[in-house]
């Protein structure tokens, strides 16, 4: 019941870490979920507020009055409004804006400068940026109060705010407390530019093995930086959106999102589903003179189909993760694709034979199964040409592969073993 | 040609980094490989050999002589042959460990102990440990050599070996000279035993909020730390595994595995899916005798199998993350359920209208639309029954359900699909 979920949840309260104070908000079912939500402390709910999933917030806000909101959104610091900004409604966006101060909303509007997509909109600015003029000394009393998580280096800036170096921290402890930091040697800072695309930038970050890299603009002017614990949130992001999008889910589906929108995210994808799924029927109705007089084909179509469905998805996955990481080009497409179809062919060899001689010891008829083993052959190269060429195409076309690749193959797949198989069929079998 | 590619790679050598090395080699057709491979110094084919996938170092090591891969494994941390050890042939491995130093090889015992699935295997090395009889000044001087990166605190050990706190570095900055370190306040240290499960450590860490935790044996004694980076990359490896395992890969698969081994990797799941086609395919032969004399219930059969399956894949994606996120327990599945089921017959009632009347135009048949709505909206109710419990029944049988489930499920919607719609087929068009 209600009552001994947040008497668990109650004992949990001083262990819980508010990102999973959020996780356990969302496991609840939506009838449940205001009754615990009460019995934490503001500050937990606070936190929580910013890392639960939108779909959760949007629900609570609507169980929440006006008032209850404002408090929540009372303390944020500038990240975490241009994290949920885009989430919450805007009555209340408003609100959270004006309670950041000056210096903080003039970050936020600098954030809403840059698209979405690019690595300007989400710069972390817990960074320690220092004018070039100061002395040793003065970098030495910031270090002393303490520095934010993920910072090793200083990011050193002119008067114009400029990046002109970064002084690593450790070196900043060798030296004397009278030289001004113009005097001491920085490094060329490798630096990205905030309107580069996100997922790179993230790449960027990850492979530079620097805990963070800092960010300007096109005048080389110092913005903020770019954490790797930022660019690994994406990173997964972009891998939770694939899987998402692999079984047709919108990003935002949660355990409990509310009956009536998890029906319309997933509704749509059924629909999308029926029209591939009806293409084939019609398909498989050009033949039905045949399925009548033989319904040995109608009793094998699932084999066919199915076959030549998982073999193309798998070509489909190595290909697209190869796109992901930029390891696909022009030159070597072609020669990918003579690997796919030996494998195909190798596999299609071995399987063909399988399933004929399954087919011949079921229905006792040579000249069915050399037809069934001819459609499987033939629709596991029609797979590996399908899979790799597919992502190719979206590509060019500036579709994201993993969204709609595996609907638009084994639409491909479904209908090339069908005709194949029952054509095959009509002419042999006849 | 080979030699256009070489001639790219070389101007490209001072902006590569040795992980996009690897993944340019990996990319690279196998007959293509060795010649770019030995354009590359010496140094940027050391730290590739490390960051390379399993199958193409396997690939390399068989192009090269065992004098040249001696010479690549000469000079590598324990960090890196712990993480190759399993990868790379018994002889080469034991040449890398002869190659350690003795505290090195040390460490690289100690990480055996410990299985793969533990945390205690992949521990970083490059800790600052300092022992709480030494005084600021020595702390001091530690830090003026520069630290590792992700460190921000020392961990401080008894004479014993025994984690008794951690200092934060720049509270060591405030601290005189003279103190020691015994003397500082140094908080209990939050750390995770070296014997803890991989992926719960990683969640640890990162919630943590601390870019890295320290480790320890069953009695206190420290043995190592775990990043932040580390963390993320176990977190990408399991989704990666998630996306391969969905699609029958195995882990390893690259763009240019062998042919062979890519075959039968992917032959292996081609044959467990044929054993469930082949089960549907029996199914449907048990009404024979009604396909023969109502075709269109052939002509209409994936339209019935799809739309399960893509409803039942939304539901398990869904349950499977939940899972992963810890989010799902015995008192929540029930009211999940109900939920889903919901999702499904709002979903049910809308399509199979839709369905429906499109069976009527096409076919001209009322029944044979009643069949099928009817065998639709009841698929997608078994589909999301099933989509919520087998994953709930292959965690109670320790079965990943990211790997089986998916097969499992479509098996089922497959057959129920085709059983519950020949069978109303056969009693009321008959």
Redesign the interface.
Known sequence: SANE?ATIMQSANDTL?P??FA??I????QNKRLDVWTTFPTAMQRAAFVDMGQATRGHLITLLSDDECFDLLSQLDVDEVIEIAEEIPSRLLKYAIKCLDDSQRKLYQQAQQFSTDAVGHWLDYNYVRISEKLKVSSA?LL?????A??T?DFYVVNKDGVLTGIL?I??L??SDNDTRLSALFCPEAPRLKASGELSAAADAVI?????SLPIVDENEHFLGRFT??TA?EV??EL??E???N????STD????SS??S??KN??I???V??V???L??WF??LF?AT??QV??L??????V???GG??G??T???IV??LA?????E??RK??LH?EL??SA??GV??SL??GS?TFLWFDSLVLSLVIAMAILFNLLIAATSGVMIPALLNKLNIDPALSGAVILTTIT?IFGFVVFLGLGSLLLL
């Open positions: 979920i870490a990102d999973q996780l356990l969302e496991a609840l079912p030495k270090l002393e109060k303490g520095l998580p993920y090793e690593a450790n070196r402890l060798q492979l530079s093995g620097k805990m790797v614990a690994y990173k997964q891998q939770t694939q899987i998402n692999a079984a047709g889910l589906e949660e355990l409990f009956v009536s998890s029906a997933r509704g994808w059924l629909g589903n029926l591939t799924a009806f084939a029927s498989i109705g039905e399925l009548q319904v040995a109608a009793v094998l179509m699932p084999v189909a199915s076959m998982v073999s998805s798998q489909l996955t190595v993760r190869g990481l930029g390891q696909i080009t030159q070597n020669v990918l690997k030996k494998v190798l596999n071995i399987w399988v399933i399954i479904d």
